[in-house]
């Protein structure tokens, strides 16, 4: 993932990418076209997936469980699907929860330089 | 010749990184899909077909890096091959004892305990040691080597088994293990008294060695076939994966 100032991933942003893609597989099975172009949308930009670099890591989530691929014809195109496991769902809740932790502090500490 | 469209160059790559051809089918079908989503949508943008194609393919990224980083990804999805040492070790060890029990279930060793005279002398005992532990270092280093250049892990699990079970008839060829009782010096010390297990290879010859053959022409067989099958898997072009790009 990158962002659109800077073409190598910052460290902090690690974690993020399995983060937005949990989120958005929670709301409906998306293939690996769609699940790029809606990352770059709701960014607006901000955020993008390298094109190809999305599906090495929907492998890793299919092998590491958290993810699940079925093959579904859509409008007479047959794509890969992938859905949220219940393992998913367990790592989603704990990484939301630690970015909230994350946030929460950075935002603390920020505020303090202001004050 | 023309240049290979970039769906070519991945499922190329990652052939030759022996990427299982179930996954190679699961990656080309996908990424062939992409191409076509991101060279539909650059042609409703107006670009012409070629201009669109340029795109597409800008935008996918390096083939060849791509299979690389399917490639990582498997291999760090797999604890043997996160932990190559690890992973050999257990079967090493697991197969070195499936290897034992079946020379002593097929009466082929006998295992007896013995109260005698240290035989060994320092200097030959290290050097057996020695001459063990670079026959080790260099079956491990083999197994490695496999490990590194392929995806599939049972690839090199099935090259360490006959390995395995040669250095496990090797080293059970005439092994004696100190038992316990007396000064652990015994094992170096001349003239002192200990008890030994001797597990001792009875007629190390044409059998042992026959079994031992069938395994390492087991593995080679399966090794070739694997790689002749991968080497005639057809290119994207003439896949249902390469019509979609077409």
Request: with cysteine.
């Amino acid at each position: 993932m990158t962002t659109k100032t800077a073409k190598t991933n910052p460290n902090f942003l690690n974690g993020v990418p399995e983060l937005l893609v949990l989120r958005l597989l929670a709301r409906r099975a998306m293939y690996g076209y769609e699940i790029v172009k809606e990352i770059q949308l709701q960014t607006r930009d901000a955020l993008t997936f390298g094109e190809g670099c999305i599906y090495p890591y929907l492998h890793y989530l299919e092998a590491e469980k958290q993810v699940r691929s079925k093959r579904r014809e859509v409008e007479g195109r047959s794509r890969n699907y992938y859905e949220l496991t219940v393992r998913g769902k367990k790592r989603l809740a704990a990484l939301e929860s630690e970015w909230s932790r994350v946030t929460e502090a950075v935002a603390a500490v920020r505020g303090g330089q202001h004050a | 010749m023309p240049e290979a469209n970039p769906i070519e160059k991945l499922q190329r790559r990652l052939i030759e990184l022996g990427c299982p051809v179930k996954a190679v089918r699961k990656i080309v079908r996908e990424t062939a899909e992409h191409f076509q989503d991101l060279r539909g949508e650059a042609m409703r943008q107006g670009l012409p077909q070629s201009a669109a194609e340029a795109q597409a393919t800008a935008l996918l990224g390096n083939p060849e890096a791509l299979a690389e980083e399917h490639v990582r990804v498997w291999r760090n999805s797999q604890v043997w091959l996160r932990h190559p040492w690890l992973g050999w070790g257990l079967v090493h060890g697991v197969l070195g004892s499936m290897a034992f029990f079946t020379l002593v279930i097929l009466g082929k060793m006998e295992v007896q305990y013995d109260n005698m005279v240290s035989r060994s002398a320092p200097g030959e005992l290290t050097g057996k040691f020695f001459l063990e532990g670079i026959l080790l270092y260099l079956i491990v280093r083999y197994c490695l080597r496999i490990a590194g250049r392929y995806v599939l892990r049972f690839r090199w699990v099935i090259a360490a088994l006959p390995l395995s079970f040669l250095y496990g008839v090797i080293m059970t060829d005439h092994l004696s293990y100190y038992a316990g009782s007396g000064s652990s010096y015994g094992v170096y010390g001349e003239g002192t008294r200990t008890d030994w297990m001797i597990f001792q290879v009875i007629d190390h010859g044409p059998a042992v060695g026959i079994v031992a053959l069938v395994f390492i022409v087991a593995a080679y067989g399966f090794h070739t076939w694997d790689r002749r099958r991968l080497s005639r898997m057809p290119l994207a072009a003439s896949t249902a994966a390469g019509k979609l790009m077409s």
